[in-house]
């Protein structure tokens, strides 16, 4: 298990959660944040206590992918399953960030 890519992806989930923070703090009561960004754009609004929630445990999903994937991988040689989870968790840090401001912006705010 590569710690590197532990630690790193571990700074990342402690950003989702700063991201929550964020939102939470942000957001007027009753305010909606999308979960799904599609096709045609945001998309699958949600009530903000619920979509504050769940961006946060897709990435601790995905760091507990990442830890069952490298101490696997760390037994059979192969690393990509450990660098792949890293960069995923980049891309939903940043889709999350996203999906806040486009909540922001839905509610009025700048």
Same mark, same amino acid.
Do not use: C, E
């Given at each position: 298990?590569?710690?590197? @890519?532990? $630690?790193?992806?571990?700074?990342? *989930?402690?950003?989702?959660? $700063?991201?929550?923070?964020?939102?939470?703090?942000?957001?007027?009561?009753?305010?909606? *944040?999308?979960?799904?960004?599609?096709?045609?754009?945001?998309?699958?609004?949600?009530?903000?206590?619920?979509?504050?929630?769940?961006?946060?445990?897709t990435g601790v999903l995905v760091f507990g992918i990442?830890?069952?994937?490298?101490?696997?991988?760390?037994?059979?040689?192969k690393t990509t399953p450990a660098v792949i989870a890293?960069?995923?968790? @980049?891309?939903?840090?940043?889709?999350?960030?996203?999906?806040?401001?486009?909540?922001?912006?839905?509610?009025?705010?700048?």
């Amino acid at each position: 298990m590569d710690i590197g @890519l532990l $630690a790193g992806s571990g700074i990342v *989930v402690l950003a989702l959660v $700063a991201i929550s923070i964020y939102g939470a703090r942000t957001l007027p009561p009753g305010s909606m *944040v999308p979960v799904h960004h599609g096709i045609g754009g945001w998309n699958n609004w949600q009530p903000k206590k619920l979509a504050l929630i769940i961006w946060p445990a897709t990435g601790v999903l995905v760091f507990g992918i990442l830890i069952a994937a490298s101490s696997s991988a760390s037994s059979s040689g192969k690393t990509t399953p450990a660098v792949i989870a890293p960069i995923v968790l @980049l891309v939903i840090a940043f889709s999350y960030y996203g999906a806040i401001r486009a909540a922001i912006r839905q509610s009025g705010g700048n």
